[in-house]
């Protein structure tokens, strides 16, 4: 994509505007939004929590807008205790990862047409973006199948859900 086409994309996500619909929304939403947040200015976070019904809001430190990086133990932290997950269960600083599980990937969930589709692509080695492209997903679409394939596979990787799931005859 080019750069003039890159920024046009991102202009129509900031264009979004859902504010008169904000109401419609369940009520009990926990909005957390990192205080130097370089995609999404923070008072948009506090915004969003205000205009949702029964909203919390949750003040996360760093400047990285995903979660999945930068500070990433004190968002699960945050995320741990906003929804009353005992603290021993999330990782923690300095504490050894958990050995692999041998057992994983065995008696997992079922995977679905699309799931089962995205980790064929996986396994010929496309990455995210070019399986958005093959399929005509948005990225975040592919990332979130990646995720659930992984979660029902109890695997870390990609690579290990690959590996599993040709043990398992499901590619």
Do not use: C
Not at 47 to 65: E, I, Q, R
Not at 73 to 81: E, I, K, L, R, S
């Amino acid at each position: 994509m080019s750069a003039e086409s890159a920024a046009r994309s991102l202009q129509a996500v900031y264009d979004i505007d859902v504010a008169d619909r904000l109401g419609e929304a369940p009520p009990g939403a926990i909005v957390m939004h990192r205080r130097e947040d370089r995609a999404i200015p923070f008072a948009q976070g506090r915004a969003l929590a205000v205009g949702l019904p029964d909203a919390s809001f949750v003040t996360l430190g760093g400047v990285d807008h995903f979660p999945w990086r930068g500070d990433t133990v004190g968002y699960f932290a945050a995320v741990f205790d906003a929804l009353g997950i005992e603290e021993d269960a999330a990782p923690s600083q300095g504490r050894a990862p958990a050995p692999p599980d041998p057992d994983a990937g065995k008696g997992a969930g079922e995977l679905t047409r699309r799931e089962t589709e995205v980790l064929a692509l996986i396994a010929n080695g496309l990455s995210d973006r070019e399986i958005a492209d093959r399929l005509v997903l948005s990225p975040h679409t592919v990332h979130r199948h990646v995720a659930n394939v992984r979660t029902k596979l109890n695997l870390p990787t990609r690579a290990a859900a690959v590996a599993a799931a040709t043990e398992r005859g499901l590619l």
